[in-house]
T-cell receptor, first 115, second 112 residues
């Protein structure tokens, strides 16, 4: 299944590094999401983009910077992260915003370790 | 904002028994209630959903029931099998809002 693909699958970065996570969806959807999954909060919404416009920022620290150049691509730029940011980052998409009763399709996730 | 509470956090059953997971929500405007299953090391995937104009929906061994008055909905799995072992998440997104609030998940273990 290649509906939503994420790269890299695994990333180890130092606290002073700058890296990016990439997500691409091949489903023709208009909404894309970033979720953080950790033991503390299993599915925590970070950002929502609907028709390339950011519609939700769930009080995410500025060291996480999303970018949505078009409806098919979503990036999460990472800068000066903390060890507690280590988690699985899931990208997802839906036809349009989830509140409209649309199924969310998740990617496989990117495992991030901050050292 | 929306608050979704999911119980229990862990559930262990014998193969062949039934399993029930319950979610309560706070926003009366919520009108769509999906359940997602996440197997170990894999992505969450939708397994069943229900809309507010329906009280119950079945798909083979799984069913979802909705009580809008009491603001709760439940996932029912009958004749459980080891492959049902996974983490299950409910959600109760608000109508016309991008924000999706998931429950904290229920880890279901089916013992053979």
């Amino acid at each position: 299944e290649t509906g939503v693909t994420q790269t890299p699958r695994h990333l180890v970065m130092g606290m002073t590094n700058k890296k990016s996570l990439k997500c691409e969806q091949h489903l023709g959807h208009n909404a894309m999401y970033w979720y953080k999954q950790s033991a503390k909060k299993p599915l925590e919404l970070m950002f929502v983009y609907n028709f390339k416009e950011q519609t939700e920022n769930n009080s995410v620290p500025s060291r996480f910077s999303p970018e949505c150049p078009n409806s098919s691509h979503l990036f999460l730029h990472l800068h000066t992260l903390q060890p507690e940011d280590s988690a699985l980052y899931l990208c997802a998409s839906s036809q349009d915003h989830f509140g409209g009763g649309n199924t969310i399709y998740f990617g496989e996730g990117s495992w991030l370790t901050v050292v | 904002g929306e608050n979704v509470e999911q119980h229990p956090s862990t559930l262990s059953v014998q193969e062949g028994d039934s399993a029930v997971i319950k979610c309560t929500y706070s926003d009366s405007a919520s009108n769509y209630f999906p359940w997602y299953k996440q197997e170990l090391g894999k992505r969450p995937q939708l397994i069943i959903d229900i809309r507010s104009n329906v009280g119950e929906k079945k798909d083979q061994r799984i069913a979802v029931t909705l009580n809008k008055t009491a603001k709760h909905f439940s996932l029912h799995i009958t004749e459980t099998q080891p492959e049902d072992s996974a983490v299950y998440f409910c959600a109760a997104p608000r109508a016309n809002a991008g924000k999706s609030t998931f429950g904290d998940g229920t880890t279901l273990t089916v013992k053979p």
